[in-house]
């Protein structure tokens, strides 16, 4: 299916600073997940760069095995193949977390805040920390001698994108705004800031990448944060991430490290 114009026009212009992204373009009016669609691309050898567009998902999925909700027109739902060394796996959620931070605030003005490991947060103040307006998923695996990475993200535009029951905890760029924003200038910054991340990655410039993740996080160091490791509730305020990406949190007994899992925010 061709690609609609208000995204083909905005991704042709910007094309030089997306590579290696846009090798190809795939639109879907609709599909279940493109976070699907490109790891079947992985898996059938397609080379990195491919990107997957839909107007809405039917089965949009989440980190943690939620889903994510995608009705048509209401966001943005895009996935792209890399075929990162392994050195540059590990931070490509938190490169894509600031490439699609950067580009809300270049789009809207407003000030996304990070939260570990990357979603992305509107309207906070010291009390909270606002309502989630992105979400990034990535998956990965190996085929043949290769590893692949898929990097999904999950745009809330207009507020038709909030499912009723999450509405309290999260929100859309045009709700914030109180005007309309252009879908396809937004994602074609998205990609730009992403390609722009992953060239910082690859060439071994990786505090780039962890320095301006903690910019946008540092609303959230100091908040308390909850977690179960092997059957019982820890506590401690977070401190920061450390070069690999871990989160780092006080906690009476020293400092903790976490990779990966669910956190509750307090
Ligand atoms: C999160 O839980 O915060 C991550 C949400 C990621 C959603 C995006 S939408 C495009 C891509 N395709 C999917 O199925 N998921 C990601």
Redesign the pocket.
Known sequence: MPLPREFAEPLERRARELSPLGSRVIWHAETR????DAVALAERGVAEGAIVLADS?TA????LG?S?S?PAGAGI???VLLRPDRQVTGLLSLAAGVAVADAIESATGLAPVLKWPN?VYLGGSNAQLGRKVA???TEGGISGEEGWAVV???INVLPASLPAPVSARATSLEGELGRSIDRGELLAACLAGLAARYAQLRQGRHVRVIESWRRRASATFGRLVEWNETGSMQRGLVHGIDEQGGLLVSTPGGIARICSGELRWT
């Open positions: 997940s493109t976070n699907a998902q949009g999925r989440g980190r939620r994510w995608s739902y895009a996935s979603d979400g990034i998923l999904g993200f999950g």
